[in-house]
């Protein structure tokens, strides 16, 4: 078996440059999501109600997981200022 290197850990993951640019994306994505509720500095309670989203799916988002319905995250994506 020949060893392979990667520039980066998608590289490793992905067939093609759309599949590479789409989790890499999805992966800013989280990043930017996770940081921002935790910086909120609330409880877990008021940033469902916050969100408008229900306590599992807040727990799929702190713990890396995207909504696959494209409605569900757009929803999400209009964080409102507290």
Known sequence: MK???FSNVWD???D???GLA?????S?????????ITGWGLTQAEAVRRLGI???RLTDL???RLP???????????????
Do not use: F, K
């Open 28 to 36: 800013d994505l989280l990043i930017v999501l996770q940081q921002t």
């Open 62 to 64: 702190l713990g890396g």
């Open 54 to 56: 229900t306590r599992p």
């Open 22 to 26: 789409s989790t890499m994306l999805r």
């Open 16 to 18: 093609s440059p759309a």
């Open 68 to 82: 696959s319905s494209r409605s569900m995250l757009w929803s999400i994506l209009r964080l409102r200022r507290g």
């Open 3 to 5: 060893l392979q290197s």
């Open 12 to 14: 490793a993951l992905t």
